[in-house]
Structures are given as C-alpha cells and as structure tokens.
C-alpha cells in the first residue's frame, strides 16, 4: 500500500490549494479516503472524508463550507481542494485509508505535505 500526497505549499490567507493523493497497492475504488492534518503541538485530527464511491463525504465543523474532498477511481487518486484558508489550517496534511487484514483493520498513511497559511 502506497499513498503519496502532493499539493501542498505556502498561501497567503484567503488563497487556495489543491491537495492530490494518489495510491496504489489496494483496490481503491473499494475504501473509504481520508484526509487528517497535523498542526505543531497538536494532535492529529481528521478533516475530511469520502467514502468508496464518492457518494457520501463528510468534514470536520473548523472545514466545513471551505474545503471539499473528492475522488477519481479511475485514477486512484483523492483531492482535498482547500479555500478560503486561514492561518490555523497549517499543518501538515496526511492521505489515509483503513483497509482489513487478516480480519484486523489497518491504517496507512502517506508521508504528508506541508500546508502553510501566512500573510
């Protein structure tokens, strides 16, 4: 399993990023996406998240109404377009499934990219 997040950068408040997860190792089509962002000194907290067929999302309140997740299956890939942001989105944001082994599930993550919010 391999998730490589890419988009990420430094944005003056008010900008927009597009954050792009491609994965590969597992049917992706079949899993439920995540996107979670870290920020210094806090925990890791989920921000958005979008099930197998893109049919159901569903984002944490501090997102709501600013970003939007989506998937394209075909490509295997997860976007987390971002607007409107604010100097408490940055953090680094992480790409994650949870898919079942051998009867346990297992979380992967992918390395992370750096969202930077500062005028």
């Known amino acids: 399993v391999q998730l490589v997040e890419s988009g990420g950068g430094l944005v003056q408040p008010g900008g927009s990023l597009r954050l792009s997860c491609a994965a590969s190792g597992f049917t992706f089509s079949s899993y439920t996406m995540n996107w979670y962002r870290q920020a210094p000194g806090k925990e890791r907290e989920v921000v958005a998240t979008?099930?197998?067929?893109?049919?159901?999302?569903n984002y944490a309140d501090s997102v709501k109404g600013r970003f939007t997740i989506s998937r394209d299956n075909a490509k295997n890939t997860v976007y987390l377009q971002m607007n409107s942001l604010k100097l408490e989105d940055t953090a680094v944001y992480y790409c994650?499934?949870?898919?079942?082994?051998?009867?346990?599930?297992?979380?992967?993550w992918g390395q992370g990219t750096q969202v930077t919010v500062s005028s």
């Open positions: 979008i099930t197998s067929a893109g049919g159901l999302t």
């Open positions: 994650n499934t949870r898919l079942i082994n051998w009867g346990t599930w297992v979380d992967y």
